[in-house]
């Protein structure tokens, strides 16, 4: 009785899920482009394209995905980390709602995963990849390292001197502040790997920035306020990498 309770849902469940991702898939191009006419033929106001058109809207995009799979934890985790990297940005509110948010997020969670219901084993399987979360940060020595699923990690660099940093960020969203730290040899780096979900990365207005990022339905964007300061032409930050359906932002 057990093999084919799993034979039906390795026959009928994943693929399923496959024809899934395949439409949602095409329904965001398809929509993307349209937004991109509009925006184009002056039908769609570009404030409201770059919010409809970011990698915020994309995470809240695929967690509705994952709730229509019944992969509710990850679902919702995606949601509130698109949710919570949007508003900021379409209402007036800074960052200082995390007092409110993050206890909420983290007490919604523990309801879900109390109130889960238990499926059978090989379904725990394959939901299980699904739902993995993982937040890995370290510094050491001026050198960051950040591997993070399905998760918000906010890393603020305090070491007198940043070194460089590798950041891979999958579906979720990762903050690196280098406000506090300064810039030492002629050319520091950072490698980032984003698929699904956005880096936030502030520093000051002065530094040298330079980006080498190859971009797939995504987006690199300088937002520092720096016309009338004057840039440090001895020491260069660059930042290099890939971005697929997400993006990059830099800030002061």
């Given at each position: 009785m057990e093999t084919n309770q799993q034979g039906n849902f390795y026959r009928g469940g994943f693929p399923?899920?496959?024809?899934?991702?395949?439409l949602a898939t095409a329904a965001v191009f398809i929509i993307v482009g349209l937004l991109y006419l509009g925006r184009n033929f002056g039908l769609i106001d570009s404030y409201l394209f770059d919010?409809?058109?970011?990698?915020?809207?994309?995470?809240?995009?695929?967690?509705?995905?994952?709730?229509?799979?019944?992969h509710f934890i990850g679902g919702f985790v995606t949601i509130a980390i698109g949710v919570y990297f949007l508003l900021?940005?379409?209402?007036?509110?800074?960052?200082?709602?995390?007092?409110?948010?993050?206890?909420?997020f983290l007490i919604a969670t523990g309801?879900?995963?109390?109130?889960?219901?238990?499926?059978?084993?090989?379904?725990?399987?394959?939901?299980?990849?699904?739902?993995?979360?993982?937040?890995?940060?370290?510094?050491?020595?001026?050198?960051?390292?950040?591997?993070?699923?399905?998760?918000?990690?906010?890393?603020?660099?305090?070491?007198?001197?940043?070194r460089g940093a590798r950041i891979k960020?999958?579906?979720?969203?990762?903050?690196?502040?280098?406000?506090?730290?300064?810039?030492?040899?002629?050319?520091?780096?950072?490698?980032?790997?984003c698929t699904?979900?956005?880096?936030?990365?502030?520093?000051?207005?002065?530094?040298?920035?330079?980006?080498?990022?190859?971009?797939?339905?995504?987006?690199?964007?300088d937002k520092r306020y720096n016309t009338s300061i004057e840039i440090d032409r001895e020491h260069v930050l660059l930042v290099r990498g890939r971005v697929s359906f997400g993006g990059i932002e830099f800030k002061s």
């Open positions: 399923h899920h496959k024809r899934l991702n395949t919010i409809l058109v970011s990698w915020q809207m994309l995470l809240v995009v695929v967690g509705v995905v994952n709730l229509i799979k019944r900021p940005e379409i209402t007036s509110m800074g960052r200082e709602w995390d007092n409110a948010f993050w206890p909420i309801l879900m995963i109390l109130f889960k219901p238990r499926h059978h084993a090989s379904r725990r399987r394959w939901d299980g990849r699904t739902e993995y979360a993982k937040e890995v940060y370290s510094s050491q020595d001026g050198y960051v390292v950040s591997d993070n699923t399905f998760g918000s990690v906010r890393q603020i660099v305090l070491d007198p001197v940043f960020n999958t579906f979720g969203g990762t903050i690196l502040d280098l406000r506090r730290t300064r810039l030492e040899a002629a050319q520091t780096a950072i490698d980032v790997d699904f979900g956005g880096v936030e990365i502030y520093l000051p207005s002065d530094w040298n920035l330079q980006t080498q990022i190859d971009a797939l339905i995504g987006g690199c964007d």
